[in-house]
């Protein structure tokens, strides 16, 4: 089974190709991630994989600048991780007065991450690192088939990093994720994506990519 399949694709912006030929399957089960320099287009490929997924699956999304509401709460930035499960109705009268059961749904994931003590805090009064936390609360609360995370845990130090990859695990069979620290990649992946040169250069098992073949995404 696959969930989603881009075929000899070409992404870009406009006229300009960022991707050329890409060809990318994912299945159930599988954690992707996908490492390349700045600029290489991890979010190009995971904005069209998660713009396919889409339609068909619920998807957990953890995007680069976050899209927090700042001058909102954690609890109500969190809260909108469900937000198109509902009316527009329900939303409105949840976003003001958020249900006492949501509330403590909300709690557990947010003392998982750390969170417990700022969830009546605005987002614009947090550190980097507990914005990023509170984006992946909203992705947790959400839940879904598959989690899309771009640099998702590059806000926090690496042994926080590794303990959010542990609970990412733990709530999402299925992942997509662009990092950029190839240890806790490794540690991650089930499968590694290569991007380099407007191109995927390798895509396999994680096992079986050596440390040149990393280097080499890297070299200038
Ligand atoms: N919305 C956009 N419109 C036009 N060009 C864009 C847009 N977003 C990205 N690009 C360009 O596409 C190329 C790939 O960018 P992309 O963000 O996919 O790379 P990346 O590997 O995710 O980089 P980073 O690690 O810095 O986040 C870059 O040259 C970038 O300038």
Redesign the pocket.
């Known amino acids: 089974m696959t969930l989603v399949a881009l075929h000899r694709e070409t992404l ?3 006229r ?1 190709t ?1 991707l050329s030929e890409v060809s990318f399957a994912l299945a159930p089960g599988e954690r992707v991630v ?1 490492l ?12 069209a994989v998660y713009d396919r997924l889409v339609p068909q699956n619920r998807v957990a999304l953890v995007p ?1 600048d976050h899209a927090l509401v700042p001058q909102l709460s954690v609890l109500r930035n969190v809260v909108m991780g469900r937000l198109d499960d509902h009316g527009a109705v329900y939303n409105l009268t949840s976003l003001l007065h958020v249900r006492p059961g949501d509330r403590v749904g909300i709690a557990a994931v947010l003392a998982d991450l750390g969170l417990a003590d700022v969830i009546d805090r605005k987002v614009a009064g947090l550190s980097g690192g507990q914005r990023q936390r509170v984006a992946l609360g909203r992705a947790w609360w959400r839940g879904g088939t598959v989690l899309i995370g ?2 998702p845990v590059s806000a926090v130090d690496e042994t926080q990093a590794e303990a959010l990859l542990k609970q990412a695990r733990f709530r999402f069979d299925t992942a997509v994720l ?1 990092l ?1 620290d190839v240890a806790l990649a490794r540690s991650y992946a089930t499968r590694l994506v290569g ?1 380099n040169r407007n191109r995927i250069v390798f895509d396999a098992p994680a096992e079986t990519v050596d440390d040149a073949q990393i280097t080499a995404l890297y070299a200038r």
């Open positions: 870009g912006y406009g300009s960022v996908l390349g320099r700045s600029g290489a287009g991890k979010s190009t490929l995971l904005n680069q771009d640099e662009a950029h991007l």
